[in-house]
């Protein structure tokens, strides 16, 4: 069973715990039960088996056939430990599961790429079941509301993020514009509930994995002679194709500064207002220009675009519904496609500096709170190593006074022994929702022209004049 939410999976575990313990019925999946999520869980949960096991744990012990290791005559050596084995998505791609024969979607991604990632793991070569059911819990009308309102509720921390300098305004909450965004999404989830299975058949020819995007391109580069053309190939060049299947708009690829192993993908799907219409670029005027120079935000021609930073959905908008399909690339989606990668290139350079630690790093550090590290280092042996090295990177940054106050308090609590005041300093990691600080590479400020566009494509709606074919579009030194 997956769940996209951490928080999910603990609620899952805590309950099951609590019903396999009181009902003899299902006794027999007493220590058959496996959770994963991301990292540890910091606190335990209600039932008698609470603790979570590790990815590499969970996948051994629930498909030691597929998953699991070998001896040198090929025969697994780990034993089947789990019946039952509830997880995140971090087990939705990279691992062999195919020894299951059902897969549960307890909540449905935003994405529904990560649905085809997760019937990946069960539906693959060496599986000895006939079939492989796929169940989803749908969400009822009045959950659906909710979500609409969490879309909402994740726009307003996006801009909340940018207005403090840094990724994340709430503990554990990621502030992103496109989080609700995928272009298909409302008609793949209600295909599924027709009960539709095209989409983890392969037949949309939209929705595809990560692992096959890499399958992709190791086939591409093994013939020696279609390698050459793609490093031949100027920076800047670009492309497009005819389909009715998906949002009109550019995907762009590009290079932020000299950092080669870090491409962008961006997707600007485009308003029906920009879209050129017979024959003609969208009208605009000079008064339209210069309203680009005030709307906030990405903008063409003053109308303001989405950008669209998940790479899984940018590479799948900017592949042809199949290898037949004609490149065309009509004048005025030429002409387009400045304007959307300006758009684009803006938008890299905003999100790049807004990542920047612009706040400064953390301040002085407080006596009684380098005192509580000191204690950790010295009283943490009957903890979890995880817990105490998080609750050590936590402290040893500067805290809020709120927080120094609370943790002097329990450095000054009589009634704690050495055991007790460690645990107490633990808790506060989670019960104050303080995070350690990431260890990211140093970064500076950029500008849009730090960014360099490496390939694009445009994406064209189906009412263009057949005699608009148009050609590879490699003039490099226009769109850089």
Not at 103 to 129: A, C, E, F, K, T
Request: charged share 25%.
């Amino acid at each position: 069973m997956f769940s996209y939410f951490a928080d999910t999976i603990y609620y899952l575990q805590d309950n099951l715990d609590l019903i396999l313990d009181s009902d003899p019925a299902l006794a027999v999946y007493r220590d058959r039960v496996a959770f994963v999520t991301g990292s540890a869980r910091r606190r335990a949960g209600h039932g008698a088996r609470a603790g979570s096991v590790d990815q590499e744990q969970a996948v051994h012990g629930f498909a030691p056939k597929t998953g699991g290791p070998v001896d040198k005559h090929g025969k697994p050596t780990a034993s089947d430990k789990y019946d039952l084995l509830f997880a995140t998505d971090v087990l939705a791609e990279g691992v062999n599961l195919q020894q299951a024969h059902n897969i549960v979607n307890y909540d449905l991604p935003w994405n529904p790429m990560r649905l085809v990632q997760r019937h990946g793991r069960v539906d693959r070569i060496g599986s000895d079941h006939a079939y492989v059911y796929l169940w989803c819990f749908f969400p009822d009308v009045a959950l659906d509301r909710l979500l609409n309102l969490e879309a909402i509720l994740h726009r307003k921390l996006a801009k909340a993020a940018k207005s403090i300098g840094a990724s994340a305004v709430l503990p554990g909450i990621a502030a992103s514009d496109d989080v609700v965004f995928n272009a298909k999404r409302d008609t793949t989830i209600k295909a599924l509930a027709d009960g539709d299975n095209a989409l983890f058949l392969g037949e949309t020819g939209s929705l595809i994995s990560g692992e096959e995007f890499r399958a992709m391109l190791r086939k591409a580069i093994e013939n020696e002679s279609l390698a050459r053309q793609l490093e031949a190939m100027p920076w800047g060049v670009g492309s497009g194709f005819v389909t009715a299947d998906r949002e009109p708009g550019f995907v762009f690829c590009a290079r932020i500064l000299d950092r080669a192993d870090e491409p962008s993908f961006r997707y600007v799907p485009l308003p029906p207002s920009l879209v050129p219409v017979t024959g003609q670029a969208p009208a605009h005027t000079d008064m339209a220009a210069t309203a680009a120079t005030t709307v906030e935000g990405p903008n063409i021609y003053g109308t303001r675009v989405d950008v669209v930073t998940d790479t899984l959905t940018s590479l799948t908008m900017a592949g042809p519904p199949d290898q037949r399909t004609p490149a065309r690339l009509p004048e005025p989606w030429r002409d387009l496609a400045y304007k959307a990668w300006a758009a684009a290139q803006g938008q890299i350079a905003d999100e790049w500096n807004d990542n920047l630690d612009v706040l400064g790093q953390a301040g002085p550090v407080a006596p009684a709170v380098r005192e509580a590290v000191r204690h950790l280092h010295l009283h943490g042996t009957h903890r979890n190593q995880q817990d105490i090295d998080l609750a050590i990177k936590v402290f040893s940054r500067g805290q809020a006074a709120r927080v120094t106050g609370i943790v002097r308090s329990v450095m000054r609590d009589d009634d704690l022994t050495d055991r007790t005041r460690t645990d107490r300093l633990i808790e506060l990691v989670d019960e104050l929702g303080l995070s350690a600080p990431e260890t990211k590479p140093k970064r500076f400020p950029i500008e849009p022209t730090d960014i360099h566009l490496i390939a694009w494509m445009a994406i064209i709606p189906p009412d263009i004049p057949a005699d608009w074919a148009g050609e590879m579009f490699t003039d490099s030194n226009q769109l850089l």
